[in-house]
T-cell receptor, first 115, second 115 residues
Framework: GAGVSQSPSNKVTEKGKDVELRCDPI?????LYWYRQSLGQGLEFLIY????????KSGLPSDRFSAERTGGSVSTLTIQRTQQEDSAVYLC?????????????FGSGTRLTVV | GENVEQHPSTLSVQEGDSAVIKCTYS??????FPWYKQELGKRPQLIID?????GEKKDQRIAVTLNKTAKHFSLHITETQPEDSAVYFC??????????????FGKGTKLSVIP
């Protein structure tokens, strides 16, 4: 597609429920990133996928968080047993990797509210 | 790993004045430095970037300078307008091996342009 698509745009869930957030990157972009942004805060790195390499999961805050990327395209971020502190905007970004670095293109994010 | 410090965290300027945001980085191997603008409730968007083989880049009212020796780079906005009000993030690219690059972001600067 023309841009990075994320769904849903908004998600309200009850504490303890599981949620799945979806990211559809720009076609041909081999790198995909997930970030979390709490209200008024910066960009917290969560996980990074690059081609067929093992993902860099170093930013995941707990084992309740996991992500997968199927077929090198669409990615799903799953949060199990959600807690109120998980409330934030979850941003996905993709990038064209090559011999050097290129800027990220961000999606519009999923605003997650845990009540 | 890379560490990026960004200052100031908030900045208020009168319309028409200039604004300068500064960032420092720790990894001398970093070679790509983008800047993102995030308007309230919207996604971060790339506004300008610079690579390590140049010292300055301009695009209309915005410019970025890079001092590799001192490991710092700056964003300059001239003739500021109310629509420049946003949060600005700097970033530095870190090579993480196997053709993979990741951006490390600063914590952001909230710029307010007062009409």
């Amino acid at each position: 597609g023309a841009g990075v698509s994320q769904s849903p745009s908004n998600k309200v869930t009850e504490k303890g429920k599981d949620v799945e957030l979806r990211c559809d990157p720009i076609s041909g972009h081999t790198a995909l990133y997930w970030y979390r942004q709490s209200l008024g805060q910066g960009l917290e790195f969560l996980i990074y996928f690059q081609g067929n390499s093992a993902p860099d999961k170093s930013g995941l805050p707990s084992d309740r968080f996991s992500a997968e990327r199927t077929g090198g395209s669409v990615s799903t971020l799953t949060i199990q047993r959600t807690q109120q502190e998980d409330s934030a905007v979850y941003l996905c970004a993709s990038s064209l990797e090559g011999t050097g670095h290129y800027g990220y293109t961000f999606g519009s994010g999923t605003r997650l509210t845990v009540v | 790993g890379e560490n990026v410090e960004q200052h100031p965290s908030t900045l208020s300027v009168q319309e028409g004045d200039s604004a300068v945001i500064k960032c420092t980085y720790s990894d001398s191997a970093s070679n790509y430095f983008p800047w993102y603008k995030q308007e309230l409730g919207k996604r971060p968007q790339l506004i300008i970037d610079i690579r390590s083989n140049v010292g300055e880049k301009k695009d209309q009212r915005i410019a970025v300078t890079l001092n590799k020796t001192a490991k710092h780079f700056s964003l300059h906005i001239t003739e500021t307008q109310p629509e420049d009000s946003a949060v600005y993030f700097c970033a530095a690219s870190e090579y993480s091996g196997a053709g993979s690059y990741q951006l490390t972001f600063g914590k952001g600067t909230k710029l307010s342009v007062i009409p």
